[in-house]
């Protein structure tokens, strides 16, 4: 190559690393400004080198502890979050390419994110970083692009194709909310409730605590909102299911069982179900947070419905997914009520708690 030639290649290459290095800073910056609401209450700094699937995370990390709820975020050299991690839960939010879910049977709402969202072997705790289990744990799945509870929880929307394990069980594919009810009516009970995963399958299921479920012909490719979430959550990523509300030490078969029970961390506590009882801020909602509502004045004091908090859509609104009968599966559109969390739509006013497995 010429010397004028290498001139040039020399130039061009300066030009690139300077367009890149401004872009590198301008996206920290606005990371930084997201983060810096959430006050520091203990920092541990370390520089280890995190390898992952995909390569290796070099530079300085730094480990901080932050409180409301008690949780340890993982920061990169330039201070963008890394992973997430709460105390006495099992869901980690980690950072990794940038992915875009939609729902185009019905809604326009895009969501864009970053986060992949994991279930932990073990519950999260102080210090649990320096555990074998977790290096582990951090080595296999950070940066990895193996389904996360997201992209599990998107292939039940109207429209997924059906895919089948290895025994020929059709795990995941467009999914029903539940059968016509003979007694309901458009925008009243028209479709029944009680679909759990073990319909969707249409496999018997035997529990933990060794009782077992048969599925209904009848609910075949159906599920409710809990049975939705016990679907991705527990027959998926294997989080332990109990049985009923009240037999077993897993997650709840209802939506108020879940809510009410012992597991994970409750961000966002139950006051109590009326009105009054809306939550004044949801800002700590993470993507990947079981979000609760009481949507019936019938079931009086019992929340009816639960959905999984996603982050932002394209418009800037906290939006989530769940199952519902106006729809007939799950979904993040708007038919029976907005998907979107803050404002004050009908889901907005009628949010109560959030859990963190």
Not at 36 to 45: E, G, L, M, S
Not at 271 to 297: C, E, M, N, T, Y
Not at 326 to 337: L, Q, R, S, Y
Not at 343 to 353: C, E, I, K, V
């Amino acid at each position: 190559m010429s010397a004028k030639k290498k001139s040039r290649a020399v130039v061009h290459a300066a030009v690139v690393i300077s367009l890149l290095a401004g872009s590198a800073y301008l996206t920290v910056e606005l990371r930084k400004e997201e983060q810096a609401k959430a006050p520091a209450v203990q920092a541990v700094t370390d520089s280890p080198v995190l390898e992952s699937s995909t390569g290796q995370v070099s530079g300085k990390q730094t480990w901080e502890r932050l409180k409301n709820p008690d949780r340890s975020v993982l920061r990169g050299e330039g201070g963008q979050v890394l992973a997430t991690f709460t105390d006495r839960a099992r869901t980690a939010t980690l950072k990794g390419p940038s992915r875009t879910f939609t729902e185009a049977a019905n809604t326009k709402s895009r969501v864009v994110t970053e986060d992949w969202v994991r279930l932990m072997p073990e519950t999260w705790r102080k210090g649990a970083e320096k555990e074998k289990w977790f290096k582990d744990w951090f080595k296999e799945f950070f940066g990895s692009e193996e389904d996360d509870i997201f992209a599990s929880a998107f292939q039940y929307i109207e429209g997924a194709p059906v895919k089948k394990d290895e025994e020929g069980t059709s795990y995941a594919g467009d999914a029903s909310f539940g059968p016509l009810n003979p007694n309901g009516s458009a925008g009243n009970d028209l479709r029944e409730e009680l679909s759990d995963f073990y319909d969707y399958l249409m496999i018997p299921y035997t529990f933990r605590d060794g009782t077992s479920k048969q599925p209904e012909d009848k609910r075949a490719r159906s599920v409710d909102c809990s049975g939705y979430m016990r679907l991705v959550w527990g027959y998926r990523v294997r989080y332990p299911l109990a049985s009923s509300d009240t037999t077993g030490d897993g997650l709840p078969r209802t939506a108020n069982g879940m809510a009410r029970s012992k597991l994970g961390a409750d961000v966002i506590p139950l006051k109590g179900v009326a009105a009054k009882d809306r939550p004044k801020s949801i800002d700590v909602l993470q993507p990947g947070d079981l979000v609760f509502f009481k949507l019936d004045a019938r079931t009086k004091d019992r929340l009816d419905h639960v959905g999984m908090y996603l982050g932002h859509d394209g418009d800037g609104h906290k939006i989530f997914i769940s199952s519902r009968e106006e729809v007939n599966g799950p979904t993040i559109g708007d038919k029976g009520g907005t998907s979107r969390l803050d404002g004050n739509g009908y889901y907005a006013t009628t949010l109560r708690s959030a859990k963190r497995l």
